[in-house]
């Protein structure tokens, strides 16, 4: 027979002595029994340990929540106040600009009011003006505005830079007569016209009649005639008389003389 072998288990004692008389107890533990409670002490002092640290992680969470939660109010109340501010300022532009418009929509009908008064003095004295310079000019004899012919003439020729007088044509016997009041500057003839009469009106006029078929002066130089008054006789039809007027030294259109008595 073979020898069997025997397996030894270790164990540990531990004996409890009481000091007041009762029963020692004394317990046996096993060597495994021993490495689980040290392992089952290690997992318990582990978990503690990290109950902790969650629990101060959580605590600093809470801090900087509420830090940040403090900082983010703040930040609000900075930004309200900032707001508040602008709109008190934009709303004391809106007024300032609204107080600028009035006084320009014031100054605006002032302006306006002023040009109308401005205007109508000046229509007014536009008027003033205008009225004695027309009731001199009906006036005054002086100004040669009446047709140079007696009778019933016809205009050959009108006005023109090449042609700087009017052409009539006589109808009928009749006179040239003076177109206003004046001094007979000149009577005598040239290579076109057998004669020709001139007039000085005395205010800057002058007027000519010019006959191209020979005719009879009834004035002399140097005599005062009329409005009116009778030049030269025309006993013929078709008696052409070149009529010009001279302003200033410058030969104008006669119709324009005619037109300004009306």
Not at 191 to 211: A, K
Request: charged share 25%; with cysteine.
């Amino acid at each position: 027979m073979k020898p069997r072998k025997h397996k030894h288990k270790e164990s540990f004692s531990i004996l409890l002595i009481s000091n007041t008389g009762q029963n020692s107890r004394q317990f046996h533990a096993s060597h495994f029994f021993l490495r689980l409670f040290t392992v089952f002490a290690v997992v318990l002092c582990v978990s503690f340990g990290w109950l902790i640290y969650q629990y101060w992680i959580g605590l600093e969470n809470r801090e900087s929540v509420s830090v940040t939660s403090r900082k983010e109010n703040t930040d609000d109340s900075e930004i309200q106040a900032e707001l508040l501010e602008r709109l008190s300022t934009q709303e004391k532009m809106v007024a300032q600009l609204e107080e600028e418009k009035e006084n320009l929509s014031r100054q605006n009908e002032a302006l306006t009011s002023e040009n109308k008064a401005l205007l109508a003095a000046a229509k007014g004295n536009l008027a003033a003006e205008q009225e004695p310079q027309e009731q001199a000019t009906g006036d005054d004899t002086a100004f040669p505005s009446k047709y140079p012919y007696s009778e019933q003439g016809t205009v050959a020729e009108k006005y023109s830079a090449e042609h700087p007088y009017v052409s009539i044509g006589t109808e009928g016997a009749g006179n040239i007569i003076a177109a206003g009041d004046g001094t007979v500057s000149m009577v005598g003839s040239d290579d076109t016209y057998p004669l020709i009469i001139e007039i000085e009106h005395g205010n800057g006029y002058q007027t000519r009649y010019m006959f191209l078929q020979a005719a009879e002066a009834k004035q002399a130089e140097g005599e005062q005639v009329q409005i009116g008054t009778a030049l030269a006789a025309v006993d013929t039809d078709n008696v052409q008389v070149d009529y010009q007027v001279i302003f200033e030294g410058q030969p104008i259109d006669p119709l324009i003389v005619f037109e300004a008595k009306g």
